[in-house]
């Protein structure tokens, strides 16, 4: 479904060249959740932005469906991190989720059937008429992952949607992109720099190095598929392959990355 | 109680000074500074009369003839500098230049192009409100949220769309900022374009009372500048509120969980 | 928030100078195309002719001072007064609901409307257009001072009576530097209003300076000296604003809208 092959991005910044991205290539099927992690500064944002097309790379192959990115695509939704500056605070919750629907040519009825149902996907059915900044900070990324759902789109990107809220809040978060994951099959890129939400939440965990950045691992995750807070994060198999992210990721830290050809932990074992 | 006491703090102050001019004026005759009995009578007698049709309503007719020119223009071409960076920055040193002349002393230019008529007066007017509204929009188009533009583009909202549903939207705050700032603008140049070759208007009628020492007809005519600032203040308040309905809940908000009030 | 420029200091330098460059063939080329009668309209190059005679006389200068020197007054003694009236009316609550309607009902009378009361009083003396200076910035820095109060940060406030700072204290240490930013726009405002009103009390009056320039030049027909002059006050007044915007840089650099964001 989504394809990143040989990517690189380069920025001019000040007359001095940054190398945001040197060689990175991922894959992702059609309904796979994959999560991406890395230090700090590695460019997951840019990964993100590029694949949404809303930069353009300097080098490398994007394609969607075996169709090259060239731009944003309807088939393409995004989550942002900054929930406040992504609603619009003049529309109400119902207008934020339909609008983008207006503009992909959809007849009045089944606008309302989408934005109803998504709506109560993230239940918040009851909150069509508040304003954005009437709704807790978790509320409006539930309104904005309502308004990702109700696209119908092909592929789901998310950029660290979850940093900005507090623990309790994103552990319902969580559960919440899941069920919306399993009730809709959507592909999901999912970035953050939570190891433990990254681990938690993919079915694959891509980590990147630091500057200049390439895929260290690209390590998939063993644990069942019916994920929950309580049991999968006291699964002892969840402590190793967190251990192990959070060690790769202190390696890129350290040093210049190599891709490490280390077998996927939790399988065979 | 309450009403009571919201009267005092609206009247309480103003009540005052009026009392005390009365008491300054009350004894002596300065013939510069009447009492405001006398002021209160005269602006009875000069304005509500004729006048008030003749003098005032065509002189306010032409102030908001200028305002809506200058608000179709402003933000017309505001938008379209504020989008483009480079357009921006190619009319920028050009606008600074034009907007730094007074508008007053257009007049006299205005004189020599337009001739005496309604026409000059309502380009004064134009002149001069165009450009807190221009600026202002220009400024609001460029300022709008990064994360809101991005967001906007993922989905698909663009061209039209796009200045319908966010640039306007987003820009609201600064562009009602221009206006109510052109609003003080506009009124001065009325004033100021029947001040010159005209034979009637608000401002004329007070010129025309200074140069034959009618002093009371004077302070009456300040008296009717002010009623028709205050007036538009406060129409232009409600239209704001209703407008930046959005933008007042997150202050309110912010406001509320304070101590202060606004 | 990042600001979307068009490249580097060197291509919007560029732009800008294309733009002037374009504005001045414009006005060179209308006049002479016949779109606008040339008495009217001069053609540019005959205006910044005009302006360079004038400019090596010295009642060009006398004005200009005149005109600086009423300005400047003017918006010191509007300043001061604005600020320090504002500062106690901003920080008792009861004193800004009392003055409210007061402020509301003065502020809309345009400085203009004074102009038969200073002319009677101070005929065509630089005084006239002194008083009309300072009531007309007054109002602009005593809004700008009262918003600066009122947005003192709640948090910041209780902090600092919470540890013991008395009301002239924390006015010095809270209410000011909160009050910092709005008292520099409110002095932006003001020079650029106190320019436009010192042109036009001198034009409309008479008293010395570069609007009664303006006006002598009209009435006897000199029509590029006019527009010459003309294009002297914009100067003045783009120089006035760089000057003012520049001071807020330097004073404010501390603040957080004036200080670059750091990207995350």
């Known amino acids: 479904m989504l394809d990143v092959s040989g990517l690189k991005k380069t920025y001019r910044n000040a007359g001095r060249v940054v190398e945001a991205i040197a060689d990175v290539s991922v894959h992702l099927e059609a309904g796979e959740f994959v999560c991406v992690v890395g230090p700090s500064g590695c460019g997951k944002t840019t990964l993100l932005r590029c694949l949404a097309g809303l930069l353009a790379p300097t080098e490398g192959d994007l394609t969607m469906a075996g169709r090259p990115i060239t731009g944003p695509s309807p088939g393409t939704a995004v989550v942002f991190q900054e929930y406040g500056r992504s609603l619009l605070p003049w529309k109400t919750v119902w207008e934020n989720v339909e609008l983008p629907l207006r503009y992909k040519g959809l007849a009045r009825s089944r606008r309302r059937e989408l934005v109803t149902e998504a709506l109560a996907a993230v239940q918040m059915e009851d909150a069509g008429a508040a304003h954005p900044w009437q709704l807790s900070g978790g509320m409006q990324q539930r309104v904005a992952i309502a308004r990702a759902i109700a696209y119908e789109p092909q592929v789901l990107l998310m950029d660290e949607p979850f940093a900005a809220v507090d623990a309790q809040t994103r552990a319902d978060l969580e559960d919440l992109i899941l069920s919306v994951w399993r009730r809709y099959e959507v592909t999901t890129l999912f970035v953050t720099h939570d190891i433990d939400e990254a681990v938690y939440l993919g079915q694959r965990v891509v980590i990147l190095s630091a500057s200049p950045t390439v895929v260290q691992e690209d390590l998939a995750i063993g644990l069942p598929a019916e994920r929950d807070q309580l049991t999968t994060r006291a699964d002892p198999l969840f402590a190793e392959l967190r251990a192990h992210v959070y060690g790769q990721i202190q390696q890129a830290k350290n040093r210049a990355a190599r891709p490490s050809p280390t077998p996927a932990v939790g399988q065979g074992d | 109680m309450r009403a009571a006491a919201r009267l005092v703090r609206v009247l309480g102050l103003p009540v005052a000074l009026v009392l005390a001019w009365w008491a300054v004026t009350a004894g002596e005759d300065n013939f510069y500074f009447p009492p405001p009995t006398t002021v209160a009578t005269t602006f009875v007698d000069v304005w509500v009369s004729g006048r008030l049709l003749d003098d005032v309503l065509p002189s306010v007719g032409r102030l908001l003839a200028g305002l809506a020119l200058a608000l179709a223009a402003g933000v017309g071409l505001g938008l379209l500098i504020g989008l483009s960076p480079r357009v921006r920055a190619v009319f920028e040193p050009a606008l600074e230049f034009l907007r730094a002349i007074p508008p007053p002393v257009l007049v006299p230019v205005m004189l020599l192009v337009a001739g005496v008529g309604d026409r000059m007066k309502i380009l004064v007017i134009l002149s001069g409100c165009l450009w807190p509204i221009l600026l202002n929009t220009v400024e609001g188009a460029r300022s709008v949220d990064e994360v809101l533009g991005d967001t906007c583009r993922c989905y698909g909202i663009q061209g039209a769309a796009r200045i319908r549903h966010l640039v306007l939207r987003a820009a609201s705050p600064q562009i009602m900022t221009g206006i109510r700032q052109a609003l003080s603008i506009g009124i001065i140049l009325m004033v100021i374009s029947e001040m010159f070759a005209a034979s009637s208007g608000l401002g004329f009628a007070i010129l025309q009372f200074q140069r034959g020492f009618q002093i009371p007809e004077m302070w009456s005519g300040m008296v009717v500048l002010s009623l028709i600032g205050v007036t538009l203040s406060v129409i232009f308040r409600q239209v704001e509120r209703r407008v930046l309905a959005w933008h007042q809940g997150p202050r309110k908000r912010e406001r509320a969980e304070g101590v202060r009030d606004a | 928030m990042r600001e979307r420029q068009a490249g580097d200091p060197v291509t919007r ?114 005084r006239s257009t002194v008083v009309l200076v300072v009531y007309a910035c007054f109002w602009q820095v005593l809004i700008q001072v009262l918003y600066g109060a009122v947005d003192v940060d709640p948090v910041a406030h209780d902090t600092a009576r919470s540890y013991g700072l008395g009301t002239w204290a924390r006015l010095r240490h809270v209410t000011w530097p909160t009050a910092l930013p709005y008292v520099i726009t409110g002095l932006r405002l003001a020079a650029t209003v106190a320019l436009i009103v010192s042109i036009t009390g001198e034009l409309l009056i008479g008293s010395p300076g570069l609007g009664r320039e303006i006006a002598v030049a009209q009435s006897s027909g000199a029509v590029p000296a006019m527009y010459g002059l003309v294009v002297a006050t914009g100067m003045i007044g783009v120089l006035v604003n760089v000057g003012v915007r520049g001071l807020e840089r330097r004073v404010l650099a501390w603040h957080p809208a004036v200080r670059a964001e750091i990207p995350a």
């Open chain 3, 13 to 126: 330098t560029v732009y800008g100078a294309t733009g002037l460059l374009v504005l001045f063939l414009l006005l060179e080329a209308a006049p002479r195309l016949g779109l606008v009668p040339e008495r009217y309209l001069p053609p540019a190059s005959r205006i910044l002719r005009a302006l360079w005679t004038e400019a090596s006389g010295a009642g060009f200068w006398r004005a200009v001072a005149d005109t600086v020197r009423t300005g400047a007054t003017g918006l010191a003694i509007a300043f001061c007064a604005a600020v320090a009236l504002g500062m106690i009316i901003g920080s008792v609550p009861l004193l800004r609901a009392m003055t409210n309607s007061t402020v509301e009902v003065l502020r809309p009378i345009p400085s203009v409307a004074l102009i038969p009361l200073v002319v009677l009083q101070f005929g065509t003396d630089i």
